[in-house]
C-alpha cells in the first residue's frame, strides 16, 4: 500500500502563490508517476501536472507558465509551486502515484483564491 500526505493549501488572493507538498511512503515502485490533480465544484477532475521518475513534466495548457511541478526522489516527495493564481485556480488539489499499474490518491488539499 502506498499512502499519500498533502500539505500546503491555504486561501490566497488572485496573483499570489503557493506551494503544495505530497509525501509519499509505503511500497512505493522506483518507476512512477507523480502528479496533482484539481476538483473544482461542479466539475470534473481534471490533470494539473505530473512528472515521470526521470523527470520529464506534463502540465493542463491552463497552468503551463504559472504552475512548476518538481519531486524529491530520495523523499519520495512532489511539490507544486503556483504562481499568478487566479480564481479559476480554486480547487481541491489531489496528489497522485501511478506506479505498478496502480492509482494512489491523496486525501486532497483545498486551494481558494480569492480577495
Known amino acids: 500500500q502506498v499512502q499519500l500526505v498533502e500539505s500546503g493549501g491555504g486561501l490566497v488572493q488572485p496573483g499570489g502563490s503557493l506551494k503544495l507538498s505530497c509525501a509519499a511512503s509505503g511500497s512505493i515502485f522506483s518507476v512512477n508517476t507523480m502528479g496533482w490533480y484539481r476538483q473544482a465544484p461542479g466539475k470534473e477532475r481534471e490533470l494539473v501536472a505530473a512528472?515521470?521518475?526521470?523527470?520529464?513534466?506534463n502540465y493542463a495548457n491552463s497552468v503551463k507558465g504559472r504552475f512548476t511541478i518538481s519531486r524529491n526522489n530520495a523523499k519520495n516527495t512532489v511539490y507544486l509551486q503556483m504562481n499568478s493564481l487566479k480564481p479559476e485556480d480554486t480547487a481541491v488539489y489531489y496528489c497522485?502515484?501511478?506506479?505498478?499499474?496502480?492509482?494512489?490518491w491523496g486525501k486532497g488539499t483545498l486551494v481558494t483564491v480569492s480577495s
Open positions: 512528472i515521470f521518475s526521470g523527470g520529464g513534466t
Open positions: 497522485n502515484l501511478f506506479g505498478g499499474l496502480m492509482h494512489y
